[in-house]
T-cell receptor
Framework: KAGVTQTPRYLIKTRGQQVTLSCSPI?????VSWYQQTPGQGLQFLFE???????NKGNFPGRFSGRQFSNSRSEMNVSTLELGDSALYLC??????????????FGSGTQLSVL | GENVEQHPSTLSVQEGDSAVIKCTYS??????FPWYKQELGKGPQLIID?????GEKKDQRIAVTLNKTAKHFSLHITETQPEDSAVYFC?????????????FGQGTILTVHP
């Protein structure tokens, strides 16, 4: 069974630009969550999508948005990039709450650098 | 929201020694207690978990113990090996529709010296 796939692996952008990150969950998983990881703040929850609907949202500004497609693939977008957005962005998928939904499977992440 | 604290923040042991990492949480509704391991260049990986109706769970060299009254749970690694070197995170949760929304501890950097 293929794991969670995130693309691209590395990304370099400049301030003010926008960026879109992609996540393909494990086949059959319907929930996709996104996390931001930085040395200073650690792992912070961004949002979670389940069956194309945003189910939970973290405390991030509106510049951070996401969506989920009918095949459960998800994208997150960051507009008007700031230097502080430099981080590792991790995607995790899980099964339905009725079976194994609590176990998150993470991808290797997208390392975003904002210059 | 959930307040989660991990101790210690760094832990250095000799190969073969035991390592213990403690996680303290604030939300009394928490009922699922996982530990994740993150190796360099990879995302976190679930290594062991426990539910609130169980006090201890063991899987080969790793174990998790839970004290719901005191609101803490611990990761125990015995006979440590160099490949155990990584960052370990706890992420207690109350579950339901919040399973995807985890509050992680700040992480413990474990270094196992050969």
């Amino acid at each position: 069974k293929a794991g969670v796939t995130q693309t691209p692996r590395y990304l370099i952008k400049t301030r003010g630009q926008q960026v879109t990150l992609s996540c393909s969950p494990i086949s059959g998983h319907r929930s996709v969550s996104w996390y931001q990881q930085t040395p200073g703040q650690g792992l912070q929850f961004l949002f979670e999508y389940f069956s194309e609907t945003q189910r939970n949202k973290g405390n991030f500004p509106g510049r951070f948005s996401g969506r989920q497609f009918s095949n459960s693939r998800s994208e997150m977008n960051v507009s008007t990039l700031e230097l502080g957005d430099s981080a590792l962005y991790l995607c995790a998928s899980s099964g339905t709450p009725l079976g194994g939904g609590e176990k998150l499977f993470f991808g290797s992440g997208t390392q975003l650098s904002v210059l | 929201g959930e307040n989660v604290e991990q101790h210690p923040s760094t832990l250095s042991v000799q190969e073969g020694d035991s390592a213990v990492i403690k996680c303290t949480y604030s939300d009394s509704a928490s009922n699922y207690f996982p530990w994740y391991k993150q190796e360099l260049g990879k995302g976190p990986q679930l290594i062991i978990d426990i539910r609130s109706n169980v006090g201890e769970k063991k899987d080969q060299r790793i174990a998790v113990t839970l004290n719901k009254t005191a609101k803490h749970f611990s990761l125990h690694i015995t006979e440590t090996q160099p490949e155990d070197s990584a960052v370990y995170f706890c992420a207690p949760t109350s579950g339901g529709t919040s399973y995807g929304k985890l509050t992680f501890g700040q992480g413990t950097i474990l270094t196992v010296h050969p």
